[in-house]
Protein backbone atom coordinates (compact mmCIF):
# COMPACT_ATOMS: atom_id res chain seq x y z
CA UNK A 1 0.00 0.00 0.00
CA UNK A 2 3.08 2.71 0.61
CA UNK A 3 4.31 1.58 -2.49
CA UNK A 4 1.06 3.44 -3.89
CA UNK A 5 1.38 6.48 -2.74
CA UNK A 6 2.75 9.49 -4.19
CA UNK A 7 3.46 11.98 -2.46
CA UNK A 8 3.43 15.47 -3.49
CA UNK A 9 6.69 16.94 -2.37
CA UNK A 10 9.89 15.23 -2.26
CA UNK A 11 10.44 13.47 0.88
CA UNK A 12 12.88 10.75 2.20
CA UNK A 13 10.29 8.54 4.44
CA UNK A 14 7.50 7.37 2.33
CA UNK A 15 5.84 6.10 4.91
CA UNK A 16 5.92 9.04 7.34
CA UNK A 17 5.19 11.58 4.78
CA UNK A 18 1.63 9.60 4.19
CA UNK A 19 1.17 9.75 7.97
CA UNK A 20 1.47 13.06 8.09
CA UNK A 21 -0.32 13.72 4.98
CA UNK A 22 -3.30 11.64 6.24
CA UNK A 23 -3.36 13.51 9.74
CA UNK A 24 -3.31 16.82 7.72
CA UNK A 25 -6.28 15.81 5.79
CA UNK A 26 -7.94 14.63 8.86
CA UNK A 27 -7.64 17.71 10.50
CA UNK A 28 -8.74 19.83 7.34
CA UNK A 29 -12.07 17.29 6.89
CA UNK A 30 -12.46 17.92 10.95
CA UNK A 31 -12.55 21.53 10.38
CA UNK A 32 -14.69 21.50 7.55
CA UNK A 33 -17.48 19.03 9.22
CA UNK A 34 -17.05 21.72 12.24
CA UNK A 35 -17.30 24.85 10.85
CA UNK A 36 -19.92 27.37 10.95
CA UNK A 37 -22.26 29.46 7.85
CA UNK A 38 -21.03 32.44 7.49
CA UNK A 39 -24.15 33.58 6.12
CA UNK A 40 -27.30 33.12 7.87
CA UNK A 41 -29.29 30.70 5.93
CA UNK A 42 -32.25 29.77 8.05
CA UNK A 43 -35.77 30.94 7.71
CA UNK A 44 -36.96 33.73 10.18
CA UNK A 45 -38.36 33.41 13.02
CA UNK A 46 -42.26 32.97 13.26
CA UNK A 47 -43.95 35.00 15.96
CA UNK A 48 -47.40 34.40 16.91
CA UNK A 49 -48.80 38.34 16.63
CA UNK A 50 -47.93 37.74 12.59
CA UNK A 51 -50.36 34.87 11.99
CA UNK A 52 -53.26 35.13 15.01
CA UNK A 53 -54.49 38.85 14.48
CA UNK A 54 -56.40 39.19 17.75
CA UNK A 55 -57.63 42.68 16.74
CA UNK A 56 -59.72 40.81 13.94
CA UNK A 57 -60.80 38.26 16.12
CA UNK A 58 -62.05 40.96 18.23
CA UNK A 59 -63.79 43.45 15.72
CA UNK A 60 -65.35 39.99 14.86
CA UNK A 61 -66.76 39.19 18.15
CA UNK A 62 -67.96 42.52 18.40
CA UNK A 63 -69.58 42.90 15.30
CA UNK A 64 -71.49 38.89 16.15
CA UNK A 65 -72.24 40.66 19.31
CA UNK A 66 -74.14 43.49 17.64
CA UNK A 67 -75.86 40.90 15.57
CA UNK A 68 -77.03 38.54 17.75
CA UNK A 69 -78.26 41.84 19.76
CA UNK A 70 -80.42 42.84 17.18
CA UNK A 71 -81.56 39.44 15.99
CA UNK A 72 -82.35 39.46 20.11
CA UNK A 73 -84.53 43.11 19.88
CA UNK A 74 -86.17 41.70 16.31
CA UNK A 75 -87.35 38.46 18.52
CA UNK A 76 -88.61 40.19 20.85
CA UNK A 77 -90.68 42.71 18.76
CA UNK A 78 -91.80 39.07 16.63
CA UNK A 79 -93.17 37.62 20.14
CA UNK A 80 -94.71 40.94 21.23
CA UNK A 81 -96.82 40.62 18.11
CA UNK A 82 -97.72 37.59 18.02
CA UNK A 83 -99.06 37.88 21.61
CA UNK A 84 -100.59 41.16 20.85
CA UNK A 85 -102.39 38.96 18.03
CA UNK A 86 -100.55 41.53 14.94
CA UNK A 87 -101.90 44.75 16.24
CA UNK A 88 -99.65 47.55 14.61
CA UNK A 89 -99.00 50.79 16.26
CA UNK A 90 -98.14 53.42 13.46
CA UNK A 91 -99.07 56.28 15.34
CA UNK A 92 -96.80 59.08 15.56
CA UNK A 93 -97.56 61.76 17.80
CA UNK A 94 -94.30 63.13 17.92
CA UNK A 95 -93.93 67.27 17.39
CA UNK A 96 -90.71 68.24 15.57
CA UNK A 97 -89.23 70.15 18.43
CA UNK A 98 -85.99 72.60 17.70
CA UNK A 99 -83.32 72.92 20.26
CA UNK A 100 -81.87 77.03 19.42
CA UNK A 101 -85.59 77.97 18.29
CA UNK A 102 -85.62 81.13 20.92
CA UNK A 103 -82.13 81.41 19.72
CA UNK A 104 -83.17 82.70 16.27
CA UNK A 105 -86.00 84.04 17.09
CA UNK A 106 -84.03 86.47 19.05
CA UNK A 107 -81.24 87.04 16.69
CA UNK A 108 -84.43 87.68 13.85
CA UNK A 109 -85.45 90.38 16.20
CA UNK A 110 -82.17 91.83 16.65
CA UNK A 111 -81.62 92.09 13.18
CA UNK A 112 -85.51 93.17 12.30
CA UNK A 113 -84.77 96.34 15.40
CA UNK A 114 -81.47 96.99 13.46
CA UNK A 115 -82.82 97.53 10.39
CA UNK A 116 -85.86 99.78 11.24
CA UNK A 117 -82.61 102.12 13.15
CA UNK A 118 -80.89 101.99 10.07
CA UNK A 119 -84.52 102.82 8.01
CA UNK A 120 -85.06 105.85 10.28
CA UNK A 121 -81.70 107.12 10.03
CA UNK A 122 -81.65 106.95 6.01
CA UNK A 123 -85.33 108.56 6.00
CA UNK A 124 -84.79 111.58 8.07
CA UNK A 125 -81.12 111.93 7.16
CA UNK A 126 -81.08 115.70 4.93
CA UNK A 127 -79.47 114.96 1.51
CA UNK A 128 -75.60 115.88 1.65
CA UNK A 129 -76.22 117.81 -2.00
CA UNK A 130 -78.28 120.88 -2.60
CA UNK A 131 -80.22 119.99 -6.37
CA UNK A 132 -81.21 123.85 -5.79
CA UNK A 133 -77.77 125.26 -5.47
CA UNK A 134 -76.58 123.00 -8.39
CA UNK A 135 -79.54 124.30 -11.14
CA UNK A 136 -78.37 127.91 -9.86
CA UNK A 137 -74.93 127.52 -10.52
CA UNK A 138 -75.51 125.99 -14.13
CA UNK A 139 -78.09 128.48 -14.83
CA UNK A 140 -75.06 130.89 -14.11
CA UNK A 141 -72.38 129.03 -16.27
CA UNK A 142 -75.01 128.58 -18.90
CA UNK A 143 -74.96 132.72 -18.82
CA UNK A 144 -71.16 132.87 -18.58
CA UNK A 145 -71.30 130.91 -21.50
CA UNK A 146 -74.07 132.80 -24.01
CA UNK A 147 -71.90 135.80 -22.66
CA UNK A 148 -68.57 134.83 -24.15
CA UNK A 149 -69.95 133.31 -27.79
CA UNK A 150 -69.14 135.64 -30.56
CA UNK A 151 -71.82 133.68 -32.51
CA UNK A 152 -74.93 132.17 -31.19
CA UNK A 153 -75.01 128.21 -31.93
CA UNK A 154 -77.56 126.88 -34.68
CA UNK A 155 -79.16 130.47 -35.30
CA UNK A 156 -79.50 132.70 -38.29
CA UNK A 157 -79.04 136.58 -38.71
CA UNK A 158 -82.28 137.06 -39.35
CA UNK A 159 -83.26 135.22 -36.14
CA UNK A 160 -80.31 136.97 -34.08
CA UNK A 161 -81.69 140.59 -33.31
CA UNK A 162 -85.08 138.61 -32.12
CA UNK A 163 -82.72 135.73 -29.51
CA UNK A 164 -80.90 139.33 -28.53
CA UNK A 165 -84.54 140.67 -27.81
CA UNK A 166 -85.62 137.42 -26.30
CA UNK A 167 -82.12 136.79 -24.50
CA UNK A 168 -82.35 140.58 -22.70
CA UNK A 169 -85.95 139.83 -21.17
CA UNK A 170 -84.93 135.72 -20.39
CA UNK A 171 -82.25 137.27 -18.41
CA UNK A 172 -84.50 139.54 -16.10
CA UNK A 173 -86.37 136.68 -15.45
CA UNK A 174 -83.65 134.33 -14.91
CA UNK A 175 -82.21 136.74 -12.92
CA UNK A 176 -85.18 137.01 -10.60
CA UNK A 177 -85.52 133.20 -10.47
CA UNK A 178 -82.09 133.33 -9.72
CA UNK A 179 -82.63 135.24 -6.86
CA UNK A 180 -85.21 132.73 -5.27
CA UNK A 181 -83.15 129.46 -6.34
CA UNK A 182 -80.20 131.28 -4.48
CA UNK A 183 -82.41 132.68 -1.44
CA UNK A 184 -84.11 128.76 -1.48
CA UNK A 185 -80.21 127.28 -1.21
CA UNK A 186 -78.96 129.54 1.24
CA UNK A 187 -81.79 128.79 3.45
CA UNK A 188 -80.97 125.08 2.76
CA UNK A 189 -77.90 125.58 4.26
CA UNK A 190 -78.48 127.44 6.95
CA UNK A 191 -80.14 124.71 8.17
CA UNK A 192 -77.70 122.53 7.48
CA UNK A 193 -75.73 124.21 9.44
Known amino acids: ?106 ELLRITHENIAILKRITTKEPHYCHLRYEADYKAHKQYLLNITRYPQNMKKKNFMKLTEKQSKNQNADKESDKKIKKQANDLSDKED
Open 1 to 106: MHRSYQPITPTNNIFLRKRWDQQRYQAHRDKVRKSVAVLDTHPPRTYMHLHVKLTKLQKEDNRLAIIERDNRILLEKMANIMQTYGGVDNKNNYKQKSLNRTQRQR
